[in-house]
């Protein structure tokens, strides 16, 4: 079974959900990510405090049938309290979504996995996934870090969010990928990046936030990767070029995005 592709809103971070929904429609498209809360301090984030825009969105969802599948982002640290994100909740659900970017923060792996435990559990009566991703500059750092907090919070909402960018520059290994479970698996982010890895973490951040590549453009794997994925698993498509955004225009970078992603799939030789 071929995979939906939902558009990442980071590859598009300046457009708001209706827009984003109207030119993933056009596109091609099956669905989209929606960033309720900012990434980072006075980051762009959409729809919690503008009821005008949320209804707009739904409607744009149902006249185009490109549905709502993620939500950005949930920062697990220290002093988490999750039940103030009730308000969070309601709008994924509302928007139909189905998983939620979580990201953790916390350089006590048992208090963290505490807390995304508990964030599971007030998520699932809304119907969310906890989507746990490992990045390197996180407490989360690679793959192994995430098994075991997955693991250990035990919870059926659960899961780990593969990033191709984040996999390769964590170092963690492909075996990994084909032990997880499929219950842990709701999507999955496909980009490439240059093969030669930073050499700060400034710049591994830069990277990942501003100028990643398109799938097949870069030195990633990405067909060893997804060789190890369920051949259904959603596909979003996270790719920010800012450089590029200056002279091309949103509807051509996601399109071109989408066709690469495609070819780099017809390369995988064998799907689970």
């Known amino acids: 079974m071929a995979p939906i592709f939902s558009l990442a809103h980071l590859t598009v971070l300046d457009l708001a959900p209706p827009q984003m929904v109207a030119l993933a429609a056009r596109v091609g498209y099956q669905a989209i990510g929606v960033r309720l809360l900012p990434a980072t301090p006075g980051g762009a984030a959409y729809l919690l405090d503008d009821p005008a825009m949320l209804r707009e969105t739904i409607k744009a969802s149902e006249d185009t049938g490109v549905k709502i599948f993620d939500l950005e982002i949930i920062r697990l640290e220290p002093a988490t309290d999750v039940s103030s994100f009730g308000k969070f909740f309601e709008t994924g659900a ?51 870090t995430a098994i075991r907090i997955v693991k250990a919070a035990d919870r059926p909402n659960g899961g780990i969010l593969v990033d191709a960018l984040h996999f ?105």
């Not at 060893?224 to 070029?241: K, M, N, Q």
């Open 94 to 144: 509302a928007l139909g979504a189905k998983a939620i970017l979580t990201a953790g923060n916390d350089p006590d792996e048992a208090r963290l996995t505490d807390t995304y435990a508990a964030f599971c559990d007030a998520a699932a009566p809304y119907g969310l996934t906890a989507d746990l991703e490992f990045m390197p500059w996180t407490d989360v750092r690679d793959l192994a």
């Open 168 to 272: 390769d520059r964590s170092d963690s290994r492909l075996e990994d990928l084909t032990g997880l479970p499929r219950s842990w698996l709701h999507y999955a982010q496909m980009c490439d990046a240059p093969a030669e890895k930073p050499a700060t973490v400034e710049q591994m951040i830069h990277t990942a936030r501003a100028e990643r590549l398109f799938p097949g453009d870069g030195g990633i794997d990405l067909p060893a990767i997804w060789e190890r994925l369920p051949s259904d698993l959603p596909v979003s498509l996270e790719i920010p070029t800012d450089t590029l955004a200056r002279t091309v225009g949103h509807e051509e970078r996601i399109r071109r995005a989408l066709t690469a992603a495609k070819a780099v799939l017809a390369q995988v030789p064998e799907r689970v």
